[in-house]
């Protein structure tokens, strides 16, 4: 009997299976550029009434009109998992009640000016399962 290695591939999924996949996760990082280059920042985030709520260590004024998101669970030993990418609008969450709020429920890195609340209404989601074949 002879065994052959496992190969890997990635899968696309349906944009409503990506969103199911943010929505159950709740770490992933914030992608956006600043000054010719890209910056990542690690965030929480949780999914609400069809948008995308981020906590991320970033100025409000460091912010673009548009960012993208990506969030991921991969078994490294295993070679499977999911990785989900966001891309859309960001607006700063101003009202005080709903900073608060998501400051209580969704744990942060930083605290003061590098502490912001962001929605997200994504125009683009992409997603893949990462998974194991027999080749």
């Given at each position: ?11 696309e ?11 159950g ?22 999914w ?8 991320a ?64 209404r ?14």
């Amino acid at each position: 009997m002879t065994f052959s290695p496992a190969t890997p591939r990635m899968v696309e999924v349906s944009g409503a299976e990506a969103l199911w996949l943010v929505e159950g996760s709740g770490l992933g990082r914030l992608v956006y550029g600043q000054r010719g280059l890209t910056v990542v920042r690690p965030a929480r985030h949780v999914w609400e009434y069809g948008r995308l709520v981020v906590r991320a260590p970033v100025r409000a004024a460091a912010v673009p009109e548009a960012v993208t998101y990506q969030t991921d669970e991969i078994q490294a030993a295993a070679g499977t998992g999911w990785t989900v990418t966001l891309s859309g609008p960001a607006e700063v969450v101003t009202d005080p009640n709903e900073v608060a709020h998501h400051r209580r429920t969704l744990p942060g890195w930083s605290h003061g000016p590098h502490d912001i609340v962001l929605r997200v209404r994504p125009t683009t989601v992409t997603g893949f399962r990462l998974l194991r074949a027999e080749s």
